[in-house]
């Protein structure tokens, strides 16, 4: 079973969208490789078994899986897709995070050296 703290801010199956496309986008899922059935997506998450279809409705609206009928569902081979999809994550995560700390009131030169920092330490 997969442990994955869920914030009760944001919508599960957003949550568990996003988990699987991280994982599309790290390599932990395969170009063309099998995925989940929505039953078992459903018990891995501890979720409803329509929101695993949900989930994969969107993974599919969104052209980074594939359904073959009778086979199962696959992540897709669109190298182009999976770099589109992590260049959308990261925008997201470096706007929330220059908002926040803007928010702090830090400059953009001081935001430089902070990230220079952490960066070399590791």
Known sequence: ???LEFDNNV????QVLNNIKSDIVKGALLPGEKMLSARDL???????????????????????????????????????????IKEEMSNALI?????????????????IEMISERYERG
Do not use: H, W
Request: hydrophobic share 30%; with cysteine; proline share 3%.
């Open 42 to 84: 459903a018990i891995k998450y501890q979720i409803n078994p329509n929101t695993a279809s949900r989930i994969y409705k969107e993974l599919e609206a969104e052209e980074l899986c594939y359904t073959k009928r009778g086979l199962g569902t696959f992540v897709t081979e669109d190298q182009e897709k999976v770099e589109n």
């Open 11 to 14: 919508p599960i199956y957003i």
């Open 95 to 111: 706007d929330t995070f220059i908002k926040g700390m803007k928010e702090l009131g830090f400059s953009k030169e001081q935001l």
């Open 1 to 3: 079973m997969y442990e």
